[in-house]
Every structure is written in structure tokens, then in C-alpha cells.
């Protein structure tokens, strides 16, 4: 292991069919008016919401309304959402959905006592709260951010032109989040395999960077063996509770901080994800399934021993009377075969990319100075082609 690190995770997690149970003892544990913010109705449909609000009655909660959190959630939304914070003077807001409702949450939670303009002090100069913030809590419906158990924020501000996320510290993480693997049974198979793609990229992410013989990337290795093993059954059956909890589990560790001790990460497919996102309001994953093909090949050569790693340990290829471009190469295939298997996108154009729209998402994305390779604007402009 090289470099200084600490690692501090305050999310409690209740795991499995019982979970529930155990959401009004934590309710207990904050003052009486709680904010439920959702997302477009999904958990009215599928009883979750039925559910939640049992449990809150059941603490003796005031509740305070909150629908409407959209996928991809915007700025205009959280200004809402602190407008109702404020006016009900809220205790505790109760994030009930997949990351979008998770985010949007904890961009309340930092912004209602916010002094400054928020979209400036924590997405545009990443600075921390220094006003009094409101605890969050979390019953996940759908599986892929990790929002359950970090800090991430990611806002869309389409007046600035920018889908942004924030890393937000351990105060405004979930207090306790609810895993219920059978909440994620009623995702419609789009916004579920999309979900799936999410996970193996933030694997990746944190995998493909750095030289060091690194513990963190054994573990990350077991996560992406285990999500690839558990996606070819739940894309064939998602019935499959055991495949599904196994992947509720894995989406948990590869974005709450562990396998961030040790590395540098890269998060590049991110940042083009998110450009993408912001000009055709795409679903999160699949805008990550479409460029990471392009790109991996784009930065292959530069952080060679990684992809031989990558290909031998993940996928099983044999290297012998192969070279390492070869081993590589068949990696990033076996890739390519999976994503196929589970059905992600994998062209840009299926998502609304045109050659018309892609100067808008070029100047949209954000390059950063880490992984094996950073990008100039032109290899953003050809990935993306090579991505349509
Ligand atoms: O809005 P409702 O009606 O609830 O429907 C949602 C939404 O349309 C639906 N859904 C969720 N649970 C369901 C369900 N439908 C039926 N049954 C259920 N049980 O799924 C749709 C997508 O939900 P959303 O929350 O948008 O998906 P996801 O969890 O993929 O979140 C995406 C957002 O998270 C950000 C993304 O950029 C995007 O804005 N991310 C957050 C991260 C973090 N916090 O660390 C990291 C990620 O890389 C990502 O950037
Ligand atoms: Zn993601």
C-alpha cells in the first residue's frame, strides 16, 4: 500500500428482507418532522411508500411531502427542497429511491442553511459546509451510485451548463440506510442492467489507476468477479433474489471510500457520462456503457500492466504466447462480451448523442489530471465519435 490515508464510514446499513423492520428505531432517533422526498411515484406503485409512511406514523413523525426528485436531479429542484426544509423547519429528511432521490437529498441538506449561493460554493469550488446541516437517511429502491453509504452528490444545473458532483465528508452521508433487496425487484430491466453498468464502472474507475501492488485492488477484483458472475443471472432472471442481493452488496463497497484507500482513481468515463447527461438527460449508466469501450482502448496502452491485470484476473485470459497488447486487448473484449450479455448501450447515438451536440458535450466535460492518461479536448471529440 502507498500513500497516507484515513477511512471513516458512518453508514449504518440494515441488509436483507427484514430490513424494514427496523427503520422506525432509527426514526426514533430524530426530532419529530421528517422530510420524504421521493422520486416520480414509483414507490407508490410498487407499496414501499405504504411502507415508509407506516414507520412513520408508527415514530410518531410529522411528514412533510417531498415528490418529484427526477432522475439526473436538478438545482432547481434542491432550492425547492430547502425552501420546504426551511418552512417546516425539518428534522430529518428520509431519502426514499435510487441515487437521483440520495442526492438530491444530502444537496438540501448542505444547502437550506448555506449562507453563499450552494451550486457555487460546493459544486463549482468544492468547498465544504461550514453552516448546520440536516441528517439524512435512506431506504435504496434501485442499485448502482453507491449513494446509500458516501458522500456523492451529483447536480444538474442546466442554467450553468454543468452536471456536477460534489464529495461531500462522513457528516452527510446517510445516517442509516435501508437495503432491501426485494424494493429493487420492480426496476424496469433498462434502469436496472444501466444500474449494473454503473457498479462495474466504479470498479474500474478506481481500479485503472496507480502502479503500486495494491490490496485494495484484490478486493476490487473479488467485487467485479462476483458483479459479473450475479449480473449474467439477474439480466436472465431478475427474479434471482440471491443474484440481486449480491449485487445490492456489491454496489454498497465499490463507491463507500474502501476501494479508494491506496489508489488515485481516474474517473474520466464519468466525467464524459456526465456531459452526455446534461445535454440529452440520459440514464446515468448507460451514458457510462457508451463511451468506456472508446476510451479504455483510448488509454490501454498507457496503463498497459493494469489492463493485463485487468484481462487476467477479471476474465480469466490465459497470457501464455500472447503479448501484453494482446492480453490487453482480449480484457477489454471479454469486456465488451458481458456488456452485450447483460444488454447496456454500448453506442452513444442510441442515448441522442449527434455530431451536431457533441461540441456542447465536449466543452461540458470536465478533464482531470489523473489515471494513465489525461485527455486533450480533441481525444474528447474522438472518443466521443468513436463512441456514436
Ligand atoms: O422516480 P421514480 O418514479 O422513483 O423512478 C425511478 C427513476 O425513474 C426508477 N426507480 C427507482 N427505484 C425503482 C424504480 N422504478 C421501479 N421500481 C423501483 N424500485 O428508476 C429511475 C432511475 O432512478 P435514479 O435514482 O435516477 O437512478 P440511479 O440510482 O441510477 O441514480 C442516478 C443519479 O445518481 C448520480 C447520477 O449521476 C444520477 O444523477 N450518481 C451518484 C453517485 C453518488 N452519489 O456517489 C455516483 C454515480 O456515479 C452517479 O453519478
Ligand atoms: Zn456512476
Redesign the pocket.
Given at each position: 500500500m502507498q500513500g497516507n490515508f484515513s477511512y471513516h464510514n458512518p453508514t449504518k446499513l440494515y441488509f436483507g428482507e427484514d430490513a424494514m423492520n427496523y427503520l422506525i428505531g432509527e426514526l426514533k432517533c430524530y426530532g419529530p418532522t421528517v422530510m420524504l422526498s421521493?422520486?416520480?411515484?414509483?414507490?407508490k406503485?410498487?407499496g414501499?411508500y405504504d411502507a415508509v409512511v407506516a414507520a412513520l406514523e408508527g415514530a410518531g413523525k410529522t411528514i412533510v411531502e417531498d415528490p418529484g426528485?427526477?432522475?439526473?436531479?436538478t438545482y432547481e429542484k434542491v432550492m425547492e427542497g430547502c425552501h420546504l426544509v426551511r418552512e417546516n423547519n425539518v428534522d430529518l429528511i428520509l431519502a426514499v429511491?435510487?441515487?437521483?432521490?440520495?442526492?438530491y437529498a444530502?444537496a438540501v441538506s448542505a444547502s437550506v442553511y448555506c449562507e453563499e449561493e450552494a451550486w457555487e460554493k460546493y459544486w463549482v469550488k468544492q468547498g465544504s459546509p461550514s453552516c448546520k446541516t440536516v441528517p439524512i437517511g435512506a431506504v435504496l429502491?434501485?442499485?448502482?451510485?453507491?449513494?446509500e453509504m458516501?458522500?456523492?452528490?451529483?447536480?444538474?444545473n442546466r442554467k450553468a451548463g454543468f452536471?456536477l458532483?460534489k464529495?461531500f465528508g462522513p457528516n452527510l452521508y446517510p445516517k442509516f440506510t435501508i437495503l432491501n433487496p426485494r424494493?429493487?425487484?420492480?426496476?424496469?430491466q433498462y434502469?436496472m442492467v444501466?444500474?449494473f453498468f454503473?457498479i462495474m464502472?466504479?470498479l474500474m474507475e478506481q481500479y485503472f489507476a496507480g502502479t503500486a501492488d495494491c490490496t485494495t485492488d484484490y478486493i476490487n477484483e473479488g467485487l467485479m468477479r462476483s458483479l459479473i458472475h450475479s449480473t449474467r443471472i439477474a439480466a436472465k432472471n431478475p427474479q434471482d433474489y440471491e443474484a440481486r442481493a449480491n449485487i445490492m452488496w456489491t454496489a454498497t463497497w465499490a463507491?463507500n471510500t474502501l476501494l479508494k484507500c491506496g489508489k488515485g482513481g481516474d474517473w474520466e468515463v464519468?466525467q464524459i457520462?456526465?456531459a452526455i447527461?446534461l445535454v440529452t438527460d440520459a440514464?446515468?449508466?448507460m451514458t457510462?456503457s457508451s463511451v468506456s469501450l472508446p476510451y479504455y482502448r483510448h488509454v490501454m496502452h498507457d496503463g498497459l500492466h493494469q489492463f493485463v491485470r485487468f484481462a487476467k484476473n477479471v476474465w480469466g485470459v490465459r497470457p501464455e504466447g500472447k503479448s501484453d497488447e494482446q492480453v490487453a486487448t482480449e480484457g477489454l473484449k471479454c469486456l465488451e462480451d458481458w456488456m452485450n450479455e447483460i444488454g447496456v448501450v454500448t453506442h452513444s447515438r442510441e442515448l441522442g448523442v449527434t455530431e451536431e451536440n457533441i461540441p456542447a458535450i465536449t466543452d461540458a466535460v470536465l478533464i482531470l489530471p489523473v489515471g494513465y492518461r489525461t485527455l486533450t479536448r480533441d481525444e474528447v471529440i474522438d472518443i466521443l465519435h468513436q463512441s456514436m
Open positions: 421521493y422520486g416520480g411515484g414509483s414507490i406503485r410498487n414501499i426528485v427526477m432522475p439526473n436531479p429511491g435510487g441515487g437521483s432521490t440520495i442526492d444530502k429502491t434501485m442499485v448502482g451510485t453507491g449513494s458516501n458522500g456523492g452528490s451529483v447536480i444538474t452536471k458532483g464529495v424494493f429493487t425487484m420492480t426496476v424496469p434502469q444501466a444500474g454503473d464502472s466504479h463507491l464519468h457520462g456526465h447527461g440514464t446515468h449508466g457510462l
